[in-house]
């Protein structure tokens, strides 16, 4: 078993749509959650970091952590066009060693 | 503040050769990771440099080793290059010790493509 999965997509959705990303992970030793966008060809960019379970927002981005249920989520508010790209997942438990899902291709239409 | 460079940009080498890859890390960082992205997957682990010493290390052959210079700077050394090498090689560099602890800054990357 993989310690994260993160359904590949691809993911297509109309400009202004809410979109849910999401990742499960097998270790409940994880404490640090991030969020990376990665456009093609470019290194991943980081949007959003979260230690511990709860809920983090940044502009029209929110990050949810549930640490019973071993699920991370990224909401994206009124996506753009700009949001389209692949989406990292990211998870640590001892904030060196971190383990990433595959990531999820987003494609907003205009 | 200089972010996170990486070079060269891209690489091409032949099996069973020897490569070797360099980051800067962003400005006032003090930790240095490698990570292997091959196409269509997530980043891999390699490893971490912390205060010139190695810090963690994922499952990777000895043949991947690394080395960080005391302005933070880092190498990241393939002996023996295989086919299954090809990939883009990312640092992520990030400070630890300094409030903001493990948020992990990426560079661009290097792809490396092994013939």
């Known amino acids: 078993q993989k310690e994260v999965e993160q359904d590949p997509g691809p993911l297509s959705v109309p400009e202004g749509a809410i979109v849910s990303l999401n990742c499960t992970y097998s270790?409940?030793?994880?404490?640090?959650f991030m969020w990376y966008r990665q456009y093609s060809r470019k290194g991943p960019e980081l949007l959003m970091y979260t230690y511990s379970s709860g809920n983090k927002e940044d502009g029209r981005f929110t990050a949810q952590v549930d640490k019973s249920s071993k699920y991370i989520s990224l909401f994206i508010r009124d996506s753009q066009p700009s949001d389209s790209a692949t989406y990292l997942c990211a998870m640590s438990a001892t904030g060196n060693q971190f383990y990433f899902g595959t990531g999820t291709s987003l494609t907003v239409i205009p | 503040e200089t972010g996170v460079t990486q070079s060269p940009t891209h690489l091409i080498k032949t099996r069973g050769q020897q490569v070797t890859l360099r980051c800067s890390s962003q400005s006032g960082h003090n930790t240095v990771s490698w990570y292997q992205q091959a196409l269509g997957q997530g980043p891999q682990f390699i490893f971490q440099y912390y205060r010139e010493e190695e810090n963690g290390r994922g499952n990777f052959p000895p043949r991947f080793s690394g080395l960080q210079f005391p302005n933070y700077s880092s190498e990241l050394n393939v002996n023996a290059l295989e086919l299954d090498d090809s990939a883009l090689y990312l640092c992520?560099?990030?400070?630890?010790?300094?409030?903001?602890?493990?948020?992990?800054?990426f560079g661009p990357g290097t792809r490396l493509t092994v013939l």
């Open positions: 992520a560099s990030s400070l630890v010790g300094g409030g903001w602890d493990n948020e992990q800054f």
């Open positions: 270790n409940s030793a994880f404490q640090y």
